[in-house]
């Protein structure tokens, strides 16, 4: 079991960025980590996945170029950062948590740990 939450959001203009942060408590060794978004209305959607070790990531389509996912596992952390943010990335925001990167990227919302989400609103 592991215990998420989210920081860092609020509001900001198109164009500017936002560093999300995650911090984990619990059974973290060796597991992947992740983000994901949900806007009103829509469902929750994959957004960044990392690996315990950093080497590898993975990102929606829709991000790459401008988010980047990291982690500090000496402080059970992950961050999301998010630059030239548009205003369609507007969401809640959530962590999640995995044995693989591809266990976090296909985690469905009723299974797994996940936090209380941050919410991000980019204005135009």
């Known amino acids: 079991q592991v215990q998420l939450v989210e920081s860092g959001g609020g509001l900001v203009q198109a164009g500017d960025s936002l560093r999300l942060s995650c911090s984990a408590r619990?059974?973290?060794?060796?597991?992947?980590m992740g983000w994901f978004r949900q806007a009103p209305g829509k469902e929750r959607e994959f957004v960044a996945a990392i690996n315990y070790s950093g080497g590898t990531t993975r990102y929606v389509d829709s991000v790459k170029g401008r988010f980047t996912i990291s982690r500090d596992n000496a402080k059970n952390t992950n961050y999301l950062q998010m630059n030239s943010l548009k205003p369609e990335d507007t969401a809640v925001y959530y962590c999640?948590?995995?044995?693989?990167?591809?266990?976090?990227?296909?985690?469905?919302?009723?299974?797994?740990?996940w936090g209380q989400g941050t919410q991000v609103t980019v204005s135009s």
């Open positions: 999640t948590s995995g044995s693989t990167v591809d266990t976090v990227a296909t985690m469905r919302p009723q299974f797994g740990s």
């Open positions: 619990g059974r973290t060794f060796g597991y992947a």
